[in-house]
């Protein structure tokens, strides 16, 4: 793989990391967040099937070794709404 780039854990696209959302699981207090922070990462494509598909096989669980909140999916499914919204703005 290039540098920077990061693969998505749920379909396996590799990208420039920038693509895809960044889930950290933070040392030492193993709390799962969005973005920021030093630990254990795992890489999301910003598309529903990808999310769909984590939520349902626990990819995300998984891959980080920790529990992950349903607040994290629901914020994520969130700014999934968001992106498509800007991406099809109203008539």
């Known amino acids: 793989m290039?540098?920077?780039?990061?693969?998505?854990?749920?379909c396996r696209k590799v990208?420039?990391?920038?693509?895809?959302?960044r889930?950290?699981?933070?040392?030492?207090?193993?709390?799962?967040?969005?973005?920021?922070?030093?630990?254990?990462?795992?890489?999301?494509?910003?598309?529903?099937s990808c999310l769909k598909t984590a939520q349902k096989k626990n990819r995300l669980g998984r891959s980080l070794k920790a529990a992950v909140p349903p607040e994290l999916y629901s914020t994520l499914w969130q700014?999934?709404?968001?992106?498509?919204?800007?991406?099809n703005p109203p008539a």
Do not use: H
């Open 2 to 10: 290039k540098p920077n780039y990061r693969r998505c854990i749920s």
């Open 15 to 21: 990208a420039p990391k920038e693509a895809f959302w």
């Open 23 to 48: 889930i950290v699981k933070l040392y030492p207090s193993d709390q799962v967040q969005l973005e920021t922070g030093m630990g254990r990462s795992a890489y999301l494509c910003p598309e529903a």
């Open 79 to 87: 700014r999934l709404a968001l992106i498509s919204q800007s991406d």
